[in-house]
């Protein structure tokens, strides 16, 4: 069962600035760069390719997450409930930005086992469809070798 995650809101723009994307949703980013600035590889001085050394299009991101405080919730997607019930108020203001780049939820989990059960609610896949935003998901399976517990042994 999944038991910590993590949720984002990526927002990539060729047309908005760090400031214009912060003002249109009324929320700091924890995040960002503007077209041309250092991106975390950038200001790292690592080896890569030149175009992943300075941000090509505006980037604008905010997390939550949920590293298991959320006892009552079993369904893996604590953080992803708190940070869509935060952006929700500003669902048309994703979808202008959207117009000239794009809006993206992040989403990864990490599970107690070999199995990355999760609860997907009807209420959740509602207010995520409300934002337009697609979500990009990822389990993180423990693999029962610590404890040598593989079912497969």
Request: aromatic fraction near 6%; proline fraction near 2%; charged fraction near 30%.
């Amino acid at each position: 069962m999944i038991r910590r995650n993590r949720a984002s809101l990526s927002i990539r723009s060729d047309a908005y600035s760090v400031a214009e994307i912060t003002a249109m949703l009324g929320i700091e980013p924890d995040e960002s760069g503007d077209i041309g600035t250092l991106t975390r590889a950038g200001r790292a001085g690592r080896d890569v390719a030149p175009a992943r050394l300075r941000h090509q299009r505006t980037f604008w991101s905010i997390t939550e997450k949920d590293d298991g405080e959320s006892r009552d919730d079993e369904t893996g997607f604590a953080a992803l409930r708190r940070l869509v019930n935060r952006v929700a108020p500003n669902a048309q203001a994703l979808a202008d930005i959207r117009e000239s780049g794009e809006t993206v939820l992040w989403w990864s989990g990490d599970s107690d086992s070999v199995q990355g059960g999760f609860v997907l609610e009807a209420d959740l896949i509602v207010d995520v469809s409300r934002l337009g935003c697609h979500v990009y998901g990822t389990a993180y399976l423990d693999d029962g070798e610590a404890d040598g517990s593989r079912a497969d042994q």
